[in-house]
């Protein structure tokens, strides 16, 4: 009977965190897809609006040169998902061959190789030939997709966690405990006795012990989101920096255009005069910049869209820790009996004190027997997973992306993770990071140090040196 009850108070409450913990996934999931189908869609508009400004205000310009254009939000959107890119060098590229396709198509009356358009490439980043739009461009939406990446990134990192740590296996100390709480009243005759509410809050303070260490980094992680939040609201806010794409596209290709003459001459000095065409002159008129004035505010859709995940993220903030008394609710006699519960022996006030949140906190838990010494593996690597993603969002706020690799010795999570100055390796990948343990090399314990130099070594020569000195001043 009581390996029956064992099975049963294990299976009770296994099923309890990890339905508890698939509502919190799910309401996760459903930020993160609603919040990933908006920035897809954002491309989709911003492509169709340059496909349409640049066909009617330029074209056959457009014509010429769809492909770039497709190419250019194609890559984009790969970014974003996860493919192996890295966006400065996208956005580099995309101005490199519009310049390229943009020069011929301009000086038609020339006959233009490959390689003077090398040499047209290479004066480009003093010339200019698109105005300050490139760099201004690749300011806004460097930070603006990293950002929105790396927040798309953290929502689906944070649900792996939670879908993890709630499948940890329960210890057979705890499995005891909730046997105790639960089934043996019924042994005792008092099956009306529900258990003291301070009673069950230490024994799933016991339980959860491990879960509650996340406490800590997911709070951080919570917080450092909120600000992602704040920055993608922002005036310049990331759907008018998506959607602002057309136009500002559209006004470097007209800066080209009034400026091309005098491109043309520095470029001639530089690269000599090239060859005459059979080509007549001015054969592509001056286009017109047709793409809609965008909004620096945020729409409607975006601040409802950033609100909710917003409020979620308050709403969770405390999870682990309200995870045991949440747990309770359903068990216990509730505060108003609370001399007409199950203490565990039988149905009296329940004396001892309620104990603090996580491992450490434990040590004196009158209810689960727990060795605080051996920390659960499963959610320590967690904890540097939701470290990891805390850094990388950090980082993100200023446009800048990069990969951290936890290889801290210590386990149980007393580094930050953080890495300094330079020493930060740049990561071009949108995939979530590897939820998988990362690699943690160790080092040789003090112990096993071998200090060797030359002055040891030569310690034995030193010695007989000055003895045969004093032989030698002895005889004297």
Request: neutral net charge; charged residues 25%.
């Amino acid at each position: 009977m009581e390996e029956n009850l064992l099975n049963l108070s294990r299976r009770e409450f296994e099923t309890q965190v990890k339905e508890s913990g698939r509502t919190l996934q799910a309401s996760l999931n459903v930020q993160l897809k609603s919040f990933d189908a908006y920035f897809l869609e954002l491309f989709n508009r911003s492509e169709a609006s340059l496909q349409t400004s640049i066909q009617t205000g330029f074209g056959p310009l457009f014509s010429q040169n769809a492909k770039v254009f497709q190419d250019l939000y194609s890559d984009l959107r790969g970014y974003y998902r996860g493919s192996n890119v890295n966006l400065e060098e996208v956005l580099n590229e995309f101005w490199a061959r519009l310049l390229e396709r943009l020069f011929k198509a301009l000086n038609v009356q020339y006959i233009i190789g490959e390689e003077y358009l090398e040499c047209v490439a290479k004066q480009s980043e003093t010339l200019k030939p698109f105005g300050d739009t490139p760099r201004e461009l690749k300011t806004k939406i460097t930070r603006t997709v990293i950002a929105a990446r790396t927040f798309a990134q953290s929502l689906g990192v944070s649900g792996e966690a939670v879908r993890r740590v709630s499948q940890v296996n329960m210890s057979t100390e705890c499995v005891r405990a909730i046997m105790k709480m639960t089934y043996c009243p019924h042994c005792s005759g008092m099956a009306f006795a529900k258990p003291c509410s301070n009673y069950c809050k230490n024994v799933m303070k016991g339980c959860l012990a491990n879960q509650a260490d996340l406490d800590s980094e997911w709070r951080n992680l919570a917080d450092t989101m909120l600000e992602v939040v704040d920055k993608l609201s922002r005036p310049y806010s990331v759907d008018s920096v998506v959607l602002s794409l057309p136009k500002r596209i559209a006004e470097a290709i007209l800066y080209m255009q009034d400026n091309l003459n005098t491109f043309n001459n520095k470029v001639f000095q530089a690269c000599g005069s090239p060859a005459q065409s059979s080509e007549s002159e001015d054969q592509i008129k001056r286009g017109r910049n047709t793409a809609e004035e965008v909004s620096g505010t945020p729409g409607a859709q975006l601040e409802k869209l950033l609100s909710d995940v917003s409020r979620m993220l308050r709403d969770i903030m405390q999870y682990w820790v309200h995870l045991p008394r949440k747990l309770c609710v359903d068990r216990d006699s509730g505060p108003s009996e609370t001399d007409k519960c199950w203490n565990g022996m039988n149905v009296a006030s329940y004396l001892p004190e309620v104990m603090g949140d996580g491992l450490a906190s434990q040590i004196n838990n009158p209810e689960v027997e727990i060795d605080i010494t051996k920390p659960d593996m499963a959610v320590r690597n967690q904890i540097m997973q939701l470290r990891i993603m805390i850094n990388r969002l950090t980082y993100a706020i200023n446009g800048k992306d990069v990969d951290f690799q936890d290889t801290s010795d210590d386990i149980s999570g007393s580094g930050s993770g953080m890495c300094a100055g330079d020493q930060c390796s740049r990561d071009t990948r949108l995939s979530a990071p590897n939820t998988d343990k990362p690699n943690v090399y160790s080092y040789p314990s003090e112990k096993k140090k071998v200090v060797t130099g030359r002055s040891s070594q030569n310690l034995p020569c030193v010695s007989l040196y000055l003895l045969s000195l004093v032989t030698v001043l002895l005889r004297r």
